[in-house]
């Protein structure tokens, strides 16, 4: 208990650090949420309300968006923003908790090894730069986190399946990669001989709230307008943009964020490589062992397969589950220590890594690396937001982070840049495509918050296309623009 209390603590202090009045939005899918919670605060339904008509959403599972919405429907959105900031703290504090108090308990890295070293993982993922990060914007991890352990640990302890079933399915219902927990637990148990039906209860929850869920995205995925799919369609969508050709295509990624924080510092390419290989190695022994004493071995084992044939950068879904990844590793390298031959590298192996994440650590915290990004963000669309706001309330803007604009202005808002998947390519819209879409989406104005940003290039194409089609209106420093479109001659 002592263990699991002192993670939480030094998580929940730590973290603190990291607590923000950036704007609402400035990594999109946190202004989403904002969006989404506030619909459903106002009684508006489960619909993105900064899109012209307000189509339903499908490409989030509703359970994060619900639990902000009493947040969203009391306070301001600065102030929201901020009491679901502490909430997100908080949460992560608490699976930091539960993750040391658990492996301790059950000793699952290795009977002989310390009883303070679990925790002692844990503490060091929790505070990890870019969970920090994670955890101080509005984004579902934390919320996952904790549903997650606590569906392990209630496997792990023979818990009630309806109780393990429900964990598993509110994990889903947060992120839609929590269908790994139910199968891994289902797994888990019948690796364990556990009686097929019980381990099936566990099951009936999930597959309840993944009906329900499904059966939500198949009525409304089609109020999605094509040109949006990638980011509010439904994960089918994007399987269809995709095709086969395209899974599999994140798999030499998936060590990648993991390696930046650990092994950035060495100067030497093929050292680098080296100790890069070793260290997978050594985490997949490590979770091979894991499936065999708990039931967050064949969790992750799904959970990162899942990562390794989706079309996505994998850093967030990583940050999620690092104090589980950590425990991982560390019983591969234990097991691998009790072998005279293997000690000296394995001890060299992690020497390396502890040096590196400390070096990457006290590096981050002397420059905030948590929050740079945000501020720089948030500090740039201050300056745009008075602007949006004094334009006519019908207007409808297209802009990067659109939600924010929404958010802080009250204006219709979509995004301005486009792509789309075909098979293994990205694909950006022609001029007319481009036109086109925004004409279906009613816009008035277009707003360039960054000249460096990819919208650039696409408005680049646009106004060659069709001169006098956008007259600028404001101009900021930095090549930044309000565009408004012209009526039709």
Same mark, same amino acid.
């Given at each position: 208990?002592?263990?699991?209390?002192?993670?939480?603590?030094?998580?929940?202090?730590?973290?603190?650090?990291?607590?923000?009045?950036?704007?609402?939005?400035?990594?999109?899918?946190?202004?989403?949420?904002?969006?989404?919670?506030?619909?459903?605060? @106002?009684?508006?339904?489960?619909?993105?309300?900064?899109?012209?008509?307000?189509?339903?959403?499908? @490409?989030?599972?509703?359970?994060?968006?619900?639990?902000?919405?009493?947040?969203?429907?009391?306070?301001?959105?600065?102030?929201?923003?901020?009491?679901?900031?502490?909430?997100?703290?908080?949460?992560?504090?608490?699976?930091?908790?539960?993750?040391?108090?658990?492996?301790?308990?059950?000793?699952?890295?290795?009977?002989?090894?310390?009883?303070?070293?679990?925790?002692?993982?844990?503490?060091?993922?929790?505070?990890?730069?870019?969970?920090?990060?994670?955890?101080?914007?509005?984004?579902?991890?934390?919320?996952?986190?904790?549903?997650?352990?606590?569906?392990?640990?209630?496997?792990?302890?023979?818990?009630?399946?309806?109780?393990?079933?429900?964990?598993?399915?509110?994990?889903?219902?947060?992120?839609?990669?929590?269908?790994?927990?139910?199968?891994?637990?289902?797994?888990?148990?019948?690796?364990?001989?556990?009686?097929?039906?019980?381990?099936?209860?566990?099951?009936?929850?999930?597959?309840?709230?993944?009906?329900?869920?499904?059966?939500?995205?198949?009525?409304?995925?089609?109020?999605?307008?094509?040109?949006?799919?990638?980011?509010?369609?439904?994960?089918?969508?994007?399987?269809?943009?995709?095709?086969?050709?395209?899974?599999?295509?994140?798999?030499?990624?998936?060590?990648?964020?993991?390696?930046?924080?650990?092994?950035?510092?060495?100067?030497?390419?093929?050292?680098? @490589?080296?100790?890069?290989?070793?260290?997978?190695?050594?985490?997949?022994?490590?979770?091979?062992?894991?499936?065999?004493?708990?039931?967050?071995?064949?969790?992750?084992?799904?959970?990162?397969?899942?990562?390794?044939?989706?079309?996505?950068?994998?850093?967030?879904?990583?940050?999620?589950?690092?104090?589980?990844?950590?425990?991982?590793?560390?019983?591969?390298?234990?097991?691998?220590?009790?072998?005279?031959?293997?000690?000296?590298?394995?001890?060299?192996?992690?020497?390396?890594?502890?040096?590196?994440?400390?070096?990457?650590?006290?590096?981050?915290?002397?420059?905030?690396?948590?929050?740079?990004?945000?501020?720089?963000?948030?500090?740039?669309?201050?300056?745009?937001?008075?602007?949006?706001?004094?334009?006519?309330?019908?207007?409808?803007?297209?802009?990067?982070?659109?939600?924010?604009?929404?958010?802080?202005? @009250?204006?219709?808002?979509?995004?301005?840049?486009?792509?789309?998947?075909?098979?293994?390519?990205?694909?950006?819209?022609?001029?007319?495509?481009?036109?086109?879409?925004?004409?279906?989406?009613?816009?008035?104005?277009?707003?360039?918050?960054?000249?460096?940003?990819?919208?650039?290039?696409?408005?680049?194409?646009?106004?060659?296309?069709?001169?006098?089609?956008?007259?600028?209106?404001?101009?900021?420093?930095?090549?930044?623009?309000?565009?408004?479109?012209?009526?039709?001659?």
């Amino acid at each position: 208990m002592k263990g699991g209390l002192a993670a939480a603590g030094v998580a929940l202090a730590v973290g603190a650090l990291a607590l923000n009045r950036a704007l609402i939005g400035v990594f999109y899918d946190d202004g989403l949420y904002a969006g989404l919670a506030t619909a459903l605060a @106002h009684g508006s339904g489960y619909v993105h309300p900064h899109l012209p008509g307000t189509p339903a959403a499908v @490409h989030y599972p509703p359970l994060y968006p619900a639990v902000l919405a009493p947040l969203f429907g009391l306070l301001s959105v600065s102030a929201a923003g901020v009491v679901a900031k502490v909430l997100n703290l908080f949460l992560a504090a608490v699976a930091a908790g539960l993750i040391a108090w658990h492996a301790a308990r059950t000793e699952l890295l290795d009977p002989s090894a310390p009883r303070w070293l679990a925790p002692a993982l844990v503490t060091a993922a929790a505070i990890a730069i870019p969970v920090l990060a994670t955890q101080s914007v509005l984004f579902a991890e934390p919320l996952f986190a904790v549903l997650l352990a606590a569906a392990v640990i209630l496997a792990d302890r023979g818990g009630s399946p309806w109780l393990i079933g429900t964990a598993a399915a509110l994990a889903l219902l947060t992120r839609s990669i929590g269908v790994a927990a139910g199968a891994g637990i289902a797994c888990f148990l019948l690796e364990r001989r556990t009686p097929w039906r019980r381990a099936l209860k566990t099951l009936i929850p999930l597959a309840v709230a993944a009906l329900v869920w499904g059966l939500w995205v198949v009525s409304h995925e089609r109020g999605i307008d094509p040109a949006l799919g990638l980011n509010y369609g439904s994960y089918g969508e994007i399987l269809r943009q995709t095709g086969l050709s395209a899974l599999g295509v994140s798999a030499p990624d998936l060590p990648r964020p993991l390696e930046v924080i650990t092994l950035g510092w060495i100067p030497v390419r093929w050292i680098y @490589h080296l100790a890069a290989a070793a260290t997978l190695g050594v985490g997949l022994y490590g979770l091979a062992l894991l499936t065999r004493r708990s039931a967050v071995g064949f969790t992750l084992v799904f959970y990162v397969a899942i990562l390794a044939i989706w079309p996505y950068p994998p850093d967030r879904f990583l940050w999620a589950v690092l104090p589980w990844l950590v425990l991982a590793w560390a019983v591969g390298a234990l097991a691998l220590w009790r072998l005279r031959w293997t000690r000296v590298p394995v001890g060299l192996l992690v020497a390396a890594l502890a040096g590196g994440y400390a070096y990457y650590e006290v590096r981050g915290f002397a420059g905030r690396w948590w929050g740079t990004q945000a501020q720089a963000i948030s500090a740039n669309f201050n300056e745009l937001i008075p602007a949006v706001a004094d334009l006519p309330a019908g207007t409808v803007v297209a802009t990067d982070d659109e939600a924010l604009v929404w958010l802080y202005t @009250h204006r219709s808002a979509v995004p301005f840049y486009l792509e789309r998947y075909r098979g293994r390519e990205t694909l950006r819209p022609s001029p007319a495509e481009h036109r086109a879409y925004l004409e279906r989406m009613g816009v008035t104005h277009v707003l360039l918050a960054s000249a460096t940003s990819p919208s650039a290039g696409e408005l680049r194409e646009l106004l060659q296309a069709y001169p006098g089609w956008l007259a600028g209106v404001k101009r900021w420093s930095g090549g930044r623009w309000l565009f408004a479109v012209q009526p039709a001659k």
